[in-house]
């Protein structure tokens, strides 16, 4: 079996993509936000809020460690990251070593309206917007990750993302690639 990652940044469509594939029939999945919150027993907020970032960042690359190591079965499994996942430690290496690894990318505004649609999710984001600067923080973090994201295998367009059609659409697209 084949080991997909997909990176990028929040609100690109990583979970979202996977559980659709795993609905088609294409593969199984693994959320590492929901590994990570399974161990802690806390969701990626409380973790970020109770124990900071370092602990947080030290967990995810433990559940992404233990995935990279997992015994291979017969259905290709990809794994929905968090947006920062390849880009603390040897995160980007580990993944690139052990599987192929997909940039999802989205547009800005779609990707910004996904954002403000979910509150309480991501820390970060609700911070930038609470601070009315939703959009600066989104293009700054941009451009730091870009180069990491950059050393993925493929890159794939999840733009269009938002509905049924559209996701069935994304899982026929996506499965010429595993």
């Not at 996977?18 to 969701?43: K, Q, S």
């Not at 995935?67 to 430690?89: E, I, K, N, Q």
């Not at 730091?144 to 994201?149: A, L, S």
Request: aromatic residues 6%; hydrophobic residues 45%; contains cysteine.
């Amino acid at each position: 079996m084949s080991v997909i990652y997909l990176v990028g940044m929040p609100g690109c469509g990583k979970s979202t993509l996977c559980r659709a594939l795993c609905e088609a029939g294409e593969a199984d999945y693994i959320d590492l936000d929901c590994l990570v919150e399974l161990r802690a027993r806390a969701t990626i907020p409380a973790i970020m809020r109770l124990r900071g970032e370092a602990e947080f960042r030290r967990m995810e690359s433990d559940a992404l460690a233990r995935v990279a190591s997992m015994p291979r079965g017969d259905r290709p499994l990809v794994v929905a990251t968090g947006g920062g996942t390849p880009c603390f430690g040897d995160n980007m290496d580990r993944m690139l070593a052990s599987g192929r690894v997909v940039w999802l990318h989205a547009d800005e505004d779609r990707t910004l309206r996904r954002l403000a649609d979910a509150p309480g999710q991501r820390p970060a984001a609700d911070r930038a917007m609470a601070g009315g600067k939703l959009r600066q923080w989104y293009r700054d973090l941009l451009a730091v990750r870009t180069p990491i994201y950059s050393r993925a295998d493929i890159r794939f367009d999840t733009t269009e993302l938002d509905d049924a059609a559209a996701i069935s659409d994304a899982v026929r697209r996506f499965a010429t690639l595993i």
